[in-house]
């Protein structure tokens, strides 16, 4: 069976959009979700219909988590926005309650298994969808923390694709779909192959110009949200 691994959409269809036209053509049968597919960007509604034809398995992130928050407060969505941008103001006002109430309910982590391969897809950590775990992180010395009884833990939240063995555990980060900060320009995800127990860090190229200048035009005040879209060194 072949996995899409991704995550970290963060409301940038195009992104996606090129992301699963290549695992239509790698023949995924499933795709692992860790979460964020709103925040930051301004196309939450378009993400949510190009998922709608897939087998998904989809986790909880720091974003659907501060979604939450924000449909009952104001003063919270009022104080992010300032942090992240529009992108959570425009889910409020794009998505229906039951998209909103099925955001907010996703589940944290998720125990999958798939032709005998043991799966833990979480956010930022299985301890705490807050972690950030990257590529040089001193991932060792946690070895207690991750699970024995798992033999994939796929995990995002930094937006660097990672692969480290842990015990006899592989952890994997996909990398970013919608707001990579490796510097290595695309769209970020990874194949696994349950057969072979390998995995393959893919990069799809797509056209964010229209997304640049849309950040550029909503919040010059937020350089970031469209300067990262474009570095690559």
Known sequence: ????????????????????????????DKLLVTGDL????????????????????????????????????????????????SGLQVALEQLDSQQLDWLCSLPHPLELDFDGVRILVCHGSPWDINSYLYPDSDIESLENFFPETFDLIVLGHSHYPMQREIGRVSVVNPGSVGQPRNRKLGAH??????????????VEKYEARDLIRECELRHPELPYLANVLMRSK
């Open 1 to 28: 069976m072949k996995l899409g691994l991704l995550g970290d959409v963060h409301g940038n269809d195009s992104a996606l959009s090129a992301v699963l036209r290549a695992a239509a053509k790698a023949k995924v």
């Open 38 to 85: 709103v925040g930051y960007y301004f196309s939450p509604r378009e993400v949510l219909h190009l998922l709608n034809d897939w087998d998904c398995y989809i986790v909880s992130g720091n974003h659907e988590v501060m979604l939450a928050q924000s449909r009952s407060n104001p003063d919270y969505l009022a104080e992010i926005s300032k942090r992240y941008g």
């Open 189 to 202: 995800w990874a194949l696994y192959d349950t057969k072979t127990r390998e995995v393959e860090f893919r």
